[in-house]
């Protein structure tokens, strides 16, 4: 099992920034890679950006890329998103997961955090 905190949400004018921080513990070593994803209110949950653990491959949603940047550190079992430039559609709730089986890094994520509200007023 791995248990996923995020942490860093919150309410934030247009064109402002904000860092979320996932922090990830149990079985850890067993990760292949973790994404954070959002859900908007009426949407379906997305995924927002997504990194492998071991090799650095990273995925972006078209709708962020350029404005988020995903981290990670592995001493640490953290997994950052820093948001700039945010925009009201970016409003949602985002959610930390993780993964233990390759090979896609956008998709069927095992573990969720209990996700953490972004709200981006206008």
């Known amino acids: 099992q791995v248990q996923l905190v995020e942490s860093g949400g919150g309410l934030v004018q247009a064109g402002g920034s904000l860092r979320l921080s996932c922090a990830a513990s149990?079985?850890?070593?067993?990760?292949?890679?973790m994404g954070w994803f959002r859900r908007a209110p009426g949407k379906e949950r997305v995924v927002v950006a997504a990194i492998s653990w071991s090799g650095g491959t990273t995925y972006y949603a078209s709708s962020v890329k350029g404005r988020f940047t995903i981290s990670r550190d592995n001493a640490k079992n953290t997994v950052d998103l820093e948001m700039n430039s945010l925009k009201p559609e970016d409003t949602a709730v985002y959610y930390c997961a993780a993964k233990s089986k390759p090979p896609t890094i956008t998709s069927l994520y095992d573990y969720w955090g209990q996700g953490t509200q972004v709200t981006v007023s206008s």
């Open positions: 149990g079985r850890t070593f067993s990760m292949y890679a």
